[in-house]
T-cell receptor, first 113, second 114 residues
Framework: AQSVSQHNHHVILSEAASLELGCNYSYGGTVNLFWYVQYPGQHLQLLLKYFSGDPLVKGIKGFEAEFIKSKFSFNLRKPSVQWSDTAEYFCAVTNTGGFKTIFGAGTRLFVKA | DAGVIQSPRHEVTEMGQEVTLRCKPISGHNSLFWYRQTMMRGLELLIYFNNNVPIDDSGMPEDRFSAKMPNASFSTLKIQPSEPRDSAVYFC????????????FGPGTRLLVL
C-alpha cells in the first residue's frame, strides 16, 4: 500500500539549532516529492518539491531536502532554525503524472526563542 | 491570482443540520481536492476531482458526506445530517492538469458541530 511515514510527531528545538525531519515513502514507480508547511492557524503551503534532476532541492526560508532513492527517503533540513519556523511540516508523495497525493501524518516543530 | 477561495471560513451548527462548504479553485487548475484535518487523524483526503469528474471518493467517511463539482470553478462538500464528530477544518486544494503537481490549498473552513 502507498504510504508516507514521518518519524517524529513532535520536535522541540532552540533557536539556531539544526533541523532534520525524516520522511520515508512506499510508492511504486516514479514519484514527485513535496514538503508542505502549515503555520499556526494557516493553510498548508509548499515549502519545496522534487520532480527530477539534482536530488538536493532548496526551498524557501533556507530549507532543503535530499531525495535518496535507494532509501525511499526525502528528509527535510535547515542548518539554523528560527522561532518563526514553528509550524507543522508535512511530507507528501505523488506518483508522476498522477493526481492523488499521499500526505504523512505531519511533524509539529516548536522552536524556543 | 486570488488563490483557492473557500467559504464560509467558520461554521458553527447543531447536530442534525445540513452543512455546505464551498470552494473555488485557482483558474486554469482542473484537479480539485477536499481534505479534512483533525488533531486525532491528521490530514485526510476525502475526495478528488479531475476535469469536474470525481476520480476517487474512497476517503469520504460515510454516506452523510457528498461532493459535487458542477463546473471548473466551483465545488461543494455537503454533510447531511452533521454530527459532532464531523468537527474539523476542511481544506480545498487545486492543482494543474499535468498531474503530480503542487497543490494549492485554500484557507480552510473550520466546522464545529454542537
Amino acid at each position: 500500500a502507498q504510504s508516507v511515514s514521518q518519524h517524529n510527531h513532535h520536535v522541540i528545538l532552540s533557536e539556531a539549532a539544526s533541523l532534520e525531519l525524516g520522511c520515508n515513502y512506499s510508492y511504486g514507480g516514479t514519484v514527485n516529492l513535496f514538503w508542505y508547511v502549515q503555520y499556526p492557524g494557516q493553510h498548508l503551503q509548499l515549502l519545496l518539491k522534487y520532480f527530477s534532476g539534482d536530488p538536493l532541492v532548496k526551498g524557501i526560508k533556507g530549507f532543503e531536502a535530499e531525495f535518496i532513492k535507494s532509501k525511499f527517503s526525502f528528509n527535510l533540513r535547515k542548518p539554523s532554525v528560527q522561532w518563526s519556523d514553528t509550524a507543522e511540516y508535512f511530507c507528501a508523495v505523488t506518483n508522476t503524472g498522477g493526481f492523488k497525493t499521499i500526505f504523512g501524518a505531519g511533524t509539529r516543530l516548536f522552536v524556543k526563542a | 491570482d486570488a488563490g483557492v477561495i473557500q467559504s464560509p471560513r467558520h461554521e458553527v451548527t447543531e447536530m442534525g443540520q445540513e452543512v455546505t462548504l464551498r470552494c473555488k479553485p485557482i483558474s486554469g487548475h482542473n484537479s480539485l481536492f477536499w481534505y479534512r484535518q483533525t488533531m486525532m487523524r491528521g490530514l485526510e483526503l476525502l475526495i478528488y476531482f479531475n476535469n469536474n469528474v470525481p476520480i476517487d471518493d474512497s476517503g469520504m467517511p460515510e454516506d452523510r458526506f457528498s461532493a459535487k463539482m458542477p463546473n471548473a470553478s466551483f465545488s461543494t462538500l455537503k454533510i447531511q445530517p452533521s454530527e459532532p464528530r464531523d468537527s474539523a477544518v476542511y481544506f480545498c486544494a487545486s492543482s494543474s492538469q499535468t498531474g503530480g503537481e503542487t497543490q494549492y490549498f485554500g484557507p480552510g473552513t473550520r466546522l464545529l458541530v454542537l
